[in-house]
């Protein structure tokens, strides 16, 4: 039987945990606050996220010491805060993961150079793709929560890691996609969020739903021109890519979209990131793609009022008078 070690205390790595689990995988669980942890595994339930959701603590094993969780499973999973990666892999040694397979969960970039968290695992470790999977899809952590119908996409080079992986989560309320292009998913995966958070400062700033429908469509002409420039030749018109691009952009579950109604509604930047309970990765995202995209030929005019509006402080309305110009 496969072994996960899940590294995360949040939503998603809860709502990741409540599938692998419903499958009867035994999951090693790394939790950083000994508090929390031992109260997921006295009660079932994780106090400070998605607190509804009963997990079964047969196939759970809840630690704070790192070492401990990194040591007994076959499958390395990350769903922490892309900002809290780096540190996470130094505590790690490199030999526990030699012929391990890694999963990444998280939908921002990393470090200084603001790398895909795939690009970076791979460099840190000196791994290959073959070892790397991509979790992505329009799967919001709440609704797997409640059971509701899910189409989650693994994105792995290697054909035996995705058949590996996909009997894992596949579930009676988990479709599993699978598809050979791991970065194209995992820069779609942090595009959206940039998006999602464009998308709520629309709706802060009280456009209607024809603008938001307007705005989707340009946005996924500029996942479309992202992906190719990395040298994706897939489609970006299925639940991999678009999907998640739509569902961050229409959802009231997507954190990233209520960060940027907050700011459409007058909040400074700095006001709306503390009054955000879980992180925006978006914020992030939008600082690491900006000189990516920067250096395409592509025009990206969603992602450039982001960046315009979260780093240069230009005012939210007027750069949406400017946006309105660009889209089409």
């Not at 995988?25 to 106090?47: C, K, S």
Request: include cysteine; proline fraction near 3%.
């Amino acid at each position: 039987m496969i072994k996960f070690s899940v590294f995360g205390g949040g939503s998603w790595a809860t709502a990741l945990v409540k599938i692998l689990t419903d499958n009867k995988l035994l999951v090693n669980w790394y939790i950083r606050r000994p508090e929390q942890a031992d109260a997921i595994q006295q009660t079932g339930t994780n106090p400070d996220y998605l607190n509804l959701v009963h997990l079964d603590t047969n196939y759970i094993q809840v630690s704070s010491h790192i070492e401990d969780v990194a040591t007994k499973s076959d499958v390395l999973l990350f769903a922490v805060p892309s900002a809290q990666l780096p540190g996470l892999l130094e505590t790690i040694d490199i030999n526990h993961i030699k012929d391990r397979i890694l999963v990444n969960a998280i939908k921002g970039t990393v470090g200084a150079q603001h790398e895909s968290p795939i690009t970076y695992i791979s460099r840190y470790f000196n791994i290959s793709d073959s070892q790397l999977a991509m979790l992505a899809g329009p799967c919001h952590a709440e609704e797997i929560g409640l059971r509701r119908k899910t189409y989650l996409t693994i994105g792995a080079a290697s054909k035996n890691v995705q058949q590996l992986l996909s009997p894992c989560f596949a579930s009676d309320y988990v479709d599993i996609q699978l598809c050979d292009d791991t970065h194209g998913v995992t820069y779609a995966a942090i595009y959206k969020n940039v998006v999602g958070i464009v998308c709520g400062m629309a709706k802060g700033l009280r456009y209607g739903d024809n603008f938001l429908a307007v705005l989707a469509a340009n946005a996924l002409r500029e996942l479309h021109e992202l992906v190719q420039s990395i040298g994706s030749t897939h489609a970006v018109l299925n639940s991999s890519y678009a999907g998640d691009l739509l569902v961050t952009a229409y959802s009231a579950h997507s954190r990233n979209r209520t960060f940027g109604e907050l700011i459409g509604r007058g909040y400074s930047v700095e006001k709306a990131k503390r009054a955000m309970q879980m992180v925006a990765e978006g914020y992030g995202a939008t600082q690491g793609l900006y000189p990516f995209a920067s250096q395409r030929p592509a025009n990206f005019p969603i992602l450039q009022t982001a960046y315009r509006v979260l780093f240069k402080h230009m005012p939210v309305a007027t750069e949406f008078k400017l946006l309105e110009q660009k889209l089409h």
